[in-house]
C-alpha cells in the first residue's frame, strides 16, 4: 500500500509515510481504510485527497483507482449530499481529535460506522464498515413496533399491559375511554385500583 502522489496544483510529491507494520495491517484487515489529506480553503474544509486505501476499501465503497484524486471527482455531487461528512473529516483533521460515528452517506447510497483520527495535523485516517443491512433492519423493527402501537392504542376492545407485580405498563385508548382515566393516570399505578371495590382482593391474588 506504499502510495506516491502529488496533490493537485503542488509539485511536492506526498508519500505515504504509515510504516511498513501499519501497512500490512491495514491491507489484511476486514474493515475498509483510508489514508487522506485534507483540503482547505478560507479556513474551511473543502475537498480532501485519497493518499492510501486497503482492498477493502474498495469492496466496500465500490469506488475504485482512487489514490491522488479528490473526494469531489470520486464521489460525485459529495459537496450537495454530504457536506457533513466533509465537516467531520476537517474537524479532525484540524483539531486531532478522533470521532466515531455512524453516517449515511446519499452519494453511494450506504449506511457506514466510522472511526476517523488524524495521524498529523491536515490528515485524517478513516477507518469504517458498511452497516446498511443492520440500519434496514432496524428501520423495520421500529416500523413493526410502531404498526403494533397503533393496533394496540386504537383496538375497539380495552387492552392493557401489566409488570409482574400487576402494574399498568400502558393502556389503551378504549380502556382509558371505559373507566373515565387518562394512561397517565393509569401507568405506574396497581391494576386493582382500577376495579370494584369487592373485586380488588381477587385482583390482587391473581397476580400473586
Not at 504509515?18 to 481504510?33: K, S, V
Not at 474537524?91 to 470521532?99: F, I, L
Not at 453516517?103 to 488524524?118: G, I
Not at 477507518?127 to 413493526?144: C, G, H, N, P, Y
Request: proline residues 4%.
Amino acid at each position: 500500500m506504499t502510495v506516491t502522489t502529488t496533490l493537485p496544483g503542488n509539485t511536492t510529491p506526498i508519500a505515504d509515510d504509515l510504516g511498513q507494520p501499519y501497512r500490512e495491517l491495514y491491507d489484511h484487515m476486514r474493515e475498509g481504510f483510508a489514508y487522506c489529506q485534507m483540503i482547505f480553503e478560507e479556513g474551511e474544509g473543502s475537498d480532501f485527497v485519497y493518499l492510501a486505501v486497503n482492498p477493502a476499501f474498495e469492496t466496500k465503497t465500490g469506488l475504485k483507482n482512487v489514490i491522488g484524486r479528490r473526494a469531489s471527482e470520486v464521489v460525485a455531487g459529495i459537496h450537495e449530499t454530504d457536506p457533513e461528512l466533509l465537516r467531520t473529516y476537517a474537524r479532525v483533521a484540524q483539531t486531532g481529535a478522533s470521532e466515531k460515528f455512524e453516517t449515511f452517506v446519499e452519494a453511494l447510497q450506504t449506511w457506514f460506522s466510522v472511526w476517523a483520527y488524524c495521524p498529523k495535523k491536515g490528515f485524517f485516517v478513516a477507518v469504517f464498515d458498511v452497516i446498511t443491512e443492520r440500519k434496514q433492519a432496524e428501520m423495520a423493527l421500529r416500523k413493526s413496533e410502531e404498526a403494533m402501537r397503533t393496533l394496540f392504542d386504537d383496538a375497539p376492545l380495552p387492552y392493557h399491559e401489566l409488570d409482574k407485580n400487576g402494574i399498568v405498563v400502558r393502556v389503551n385508548r378504549t380502556m382509558c375511554d371505559m373507566l373515565g382515566f387518562d394512561a397517565s393516570e393509569m401507568v405506574g399505578r396497581p391494576i386493582w385500583d382500577f376495579v370494584a371495590t369487592e373485586e380488588r382482593e381477587e385482583s390482587r391474588a391473581s397476580i400473586a
